[in-house]
């Protein structure tokens, strides 16, 4: 019983088969295994035999525990044993008076068979709650002999001698683990099929999600010509699995676009998997990249994937990818071009399913020409390269960039925003960023720190800007200052353009070149702004 316990996985198998070995120590006429319900009131007959009636095998309905008045039934004999805890012993329950055995005879009465000796045993877990009921029916001991156990002379029906009493327990205790370990497995089961379902919709909901975000230029801030130009070329790569190449100064955002690609490309489920190339030396960044074996260099202990592995099916982002050492950059050309790569240590090949985005702000041609860089590499890298503007050639998304660091700057520190001066603002726009969207973030978060009321002025910029404001900062009335940056941002919008008109004699061509915007966006802010030329209606 102990080696089917181990190895029987079907619950209803393994019964029969406790039911079986228990009738063939006692020699029972019949025997069965009644359950306890999950509600707890009601047990029910989950395995039964009788050889001398299969048709009695089973019960004709289940045997509730309580009365009607909600009182446990303790007249009836399998109720009786498994809410004491006690063991039914009867040798002839048609001359015993202690228990109820009304349903017993009732479920006989059409058949030629009789019980006489019955037998129930609790079945209780080992947390000591009764899961059911073990019966046997007309135990006949002298009827055959069982080796290792002594000979029991008896009538044809006799009760359990103490000692098989133990034993038919010790039956009774494998039957309550089964049934233990089987609802276990069976709330395990329930419970993986919930996990499944929520991981399902969860994966729906990125899915969602993600679809949502993959439009042009959502999670960027930007609708200047430069910067639109880039982002209708992520939205034509996203979809296809070439190389894409990040060309750009630093702090122009590569890696936000880098992003934004794997979230609008078929990959978006899957991994994305980032590493800076100029941040280790050669040897740790190949480990780091392709994994290494175990005993390939001192400390390598144990087998390790890399990040490739990782970034199985998703995309891998190289940034910095111009000062990748000379000597790995072989290993992904072969990595692009055979999808193969092979761990530090190792003499096999791995085949790996990886989209290579890369990012640098070097000038790789130079560094061709130098010996720095691979011309191979270079031009498997630069299938569909997209140059990303630097903030000085897109001061037209400065205002709303500003507005969204203030926000978020300020959401931690539970603060309103401020209100920007316009001689701040001025100060900003005109301000010549070497670090591009990164130093603004960086200026923004320092301003709000320094910032202890509603107004956010010069005196909280770093003082290399104060030098940089060119443009007169338009004058407002009160009320205007009081709408809010967005109106500040629309003011001086309109002043800047109308200055920039002013110097080109009103040729607004010239003025949207100045303004590095196209010609149609001018027209459309001079209507909005109502900005027109002087002796003109």
Known sequence: MTTALATERHLE???????????????????????????????????????????????????????????????????????????????????????????????????????????????????????????????????????????????????????????????????????????????????????????????????????????????????????????????????????????????????????????????????????????????????????????????AIADRAGLVHAAQGGTLFLDEVGDMPLGLQSKILRMLGQGEVRRVGDTRTETVDVRIVAATNADLAAKIAQGQFREDLYYRLQVFPITLPPLRDRTSDIPALIEHFLAAACAPLGRRPPALTPEALACLVNWRFPGNVRELKNIVERAVLLCDGDRLDLPHLPPELMASTALPAPIMTPEEEGGGLRLMVQNYEAAIIEVKLRETGWNQSRAADLLRISRRSLVEKLSRYDIRQPGRV
């Open 13 to 299: 198998t393994l019964l029969n088969a406790v039911v079986s070995a228990a009738r063939r120590l006692t020699a029972a006429e019949g025997g069965r295994i009644l359950v306890l319900d999950r509600t707890g009131r009601e047990l029910h007959c989950l395995v039964g035999q009788n050889e001398a009636a299969p048709e009695l095998s089973g019960l004709a309905r289940s045997v509730p525990l309580y009365r009607a008045a909600n009182s446990f039934n303790l007249d009836e004999p399998n109720v009786y044993a498994a809410v004491t805890g006690r063991v039914v012993n009867v040798a002839d329950v048609r001359a015993y008076t202690g228990l109820d055995f009304t349903a017993l005879y009732a479920h006989e009465a059409a058949t030629a068979f009789r019980t006489r000796a019955f037998v129930a045993v609790p079945l209780r877990s080992v947390e000591g709650f009764t899961l059911g009921v073990l019966q046997l029916i007309n135990v006949r001991m002298d009827h055959r002999r069982m080796d290792g156990w002594p000979l029991e002379a008896g009538a044809a029906g006799r009760a359990l001698s103490p000692d098989f009493e133990r034993v038919v327990r010790c039956f009774a205790a494998h039957a309550a683990v089964a049934i233990a370990n089987a609802r276990l497995f069976d709330e395990n089961r329930r419970l993986i099929r919930q996990l499944d379902r929520a991981r399902s919709d969860l994966e729906e909901e990125n899915t969602r999600l993600r679809n949502a975000q993959a439009g042009p230029g959502n999670g960027v801030i930007g609708d200047s010509a430069p910067f639109q130009v880039a982002l209708a070329l992520l939205q034509r790569a996203a979809p296809a699995t070439v190389p894409v190449l990040l060309l750009g100064e630093t702090g122009t955002g590569k890696e936000v676009f880098a992003k934004m690609l794997h979230a609008a490309s078929p990959r978006s489920a899957r991994p994305f998997v980032v590493q800076n190339c100029a941040a280790l030396p050669e040897h740790l960044l190949e480990s780091e990249l392709f994994g290494y074996r175990r005993g390939a260099f001192t400390g």
